[in-house]
């Protein structure tokens, strides 16, 4: 059990100090005289930065899972090269062509007069996806080799830089431009990156040259990455869905700004429990039942803190720390309620979902994610015209109805292939 707290711990933190910057930067946009505009335009361009670089996310589980050797490592490392490549091409095409306002006013549904100030906080997110392929790929070797508490390390010092910053442009009265935040988060990812390059590097060094599973080729990555990629392709659908609905409430402005705030709140949470399924690779096949009383912990610890936080008992935080106050306030509290669902069933999915990559079959995870996007696309819509008066409450509402059919989905489709599995064994065997 300590192993698997001292592996676990390291990645949580790292990833709740994350989801911490984020919390950040709303509350230095928060104290705008704007702040409505300024959290709007910053949130939905770094919504879709965030889309974007799913697949860097799927790098990192690559690299974990293969990047146990140096010729191996080179394999993922010209992976992730290809997809830089392709993710810089479109990051381009949205900040600098004309194409890109078109897509946050059509597609994201944001207002006309917002338009001009959400390209902008794109353009300084532009780049930013070398930064988190570096990153990724290197955490993987970090992770395989069970050195997570430099992922702490890196994210630390991110966090400590993010504040430094923060305090400064409060001090001198900038916080009335979305460019501001973005700036913030990408020193802090800069940051971050430079220690686990770092890191990583000294620890490829000590790798074989070669293992018995060595993968020479990128097409051998592919039936574990290629799954993984499709369900970040289905969860793109979402986020500009969820963003484009709420643009269509009553008060869509009040609304964005909500769903920004609470969400971030919610990732706190929600990443730090977002490496089960790396516990799941490095020790379930040894200790299962210890894994098991990690994740029934962490499923009950998730929606207790989203809960207190919507709580009278969480006013230190929204109103002291974020600076919320009034509709927006309200507007938050009833969003967390909502996403407290979801953080109380997101451990057991992400636990599926490493037992479907411990034994290498990632499209059970495709099968659940596109089940939870068709839902999640179907129930926006009825919401939208039926219930405008929620507001950002439509976002939390669907989300938690969809969570408990994603894990529905994934827990039936890994029992299929269990039992899939146990009828070839038993015909091999006779």
């Known amino acids: 059990m300590l192993r698997i707290i001292f592996f676990y711990v390291p990645m949580g933190t790292s990833a709740l100090l994350a989801a911490l910057t984020h919390v950040i930067i709303n509350g230095v946009l928060a104290r705008s005289p704007h702040p409505d505009i300024t959290i709007s335009s910053y949130a939905v361009a770094l919504s879709l930065s965030f889309l974007l670089d799913l697949p860097m996310n799927i790098v990192r589980q690559a690299s974990s899972k293969f990047a146990k050797d140096r010729t191996s490592f080179g394999t993922v490392a010209r992976l992730t090269g290809v997809v830089v490549v392709i993710l810089l091409t479109i990051s381009v095409v949205i900040g600098w062509t004309p194409l890109g306002a078109m897509l946050f006013h059509y597609v994201f549904g944001v207002k006309e007069h917002l338009v001009v100030p959400t390209v902008q906080v794109y353009q300084v997110l532009a780049f930013l996806y070398v930064l988190t392929a570096l990153r990724s790929l290197f955490q993987g070797v970090i992770i395989n080799q069970l050195r997570t508490g430099w992922m702490t390390v890196g994210m630390a010092v991110r966090v400590g830089l993010m504040f430094a910053m923060s305090w400064y442009f409060i001090h001198v009265g900038w916080t009335d431009d979305g460019r501001i935040g973005a700036w913030i988060f990408v020193v802090g990812v800069a940051i971050e990156c430079v220690v686990a390059v770092a890191e990583g590097l000294s620890l490829r060094r000590a790798l074989p040259e070669k293992r018995e599973e060595t993968v020479t080729r990128i097409p051998q990555v592919l ?5 993984l990629l499709y369900s970040s392709l289905f969860l793109v659908l979402l986020n500009p869905s969820i963003q484009a609905a709420l643009n269509m409430t009553q008060d869509p402005t009040l609304a964005v700004a909500a769903y920004a705030v609470a969400i971030q709140l919610a990732n706190m949470v929600a990443w730090f429990c977002a ?86 079959k990632t499209k059970s995870i495709m099968a659940s994610k596109i089940a939870s996007v068709g839902c999640s696309l179907l129930l926006l819509a009825v919401c939208v015209y039926t219930l405008p008066g929620l507001n950002g409450g439509i976002a939390g509402l669907v989300t938690a109805v969809v969570a408990p059919l994603e894990l529905l989905v994934l827990y039936l489709w890994y029992r299929r292939m269990e039992r899939k599995a146990a009828q070839e064994t038993k015909a091999v065997s006779a």
């Open 275 to 360: 490496s089960v399924h790396q516990i799941v690779l490095q020790f379930y096949a040894e200790q299962r039942k210890n894994v098991l009383i990690v994740v029934t912990a962490l499923s009950v610890l998730s929606p207790s803190l989203l809960i207190t936080v919507s709580s009278p008992a969480g006013g230190w935080l929204l109103e002291g720390v974020l600076g919320l106050h009034g509709p927006l306030l309200a507007e938050v509290k009833v969003l967390l309620r909502y996403l407290a669902v979801q953080s109380c069933l997101f451990p057991w999915i992400d636990f599926i979902a490493g037992k479907c990559m411990l034994i290498g």
């Open 223 to 227: 039936p574990f990455y290629l799954p």
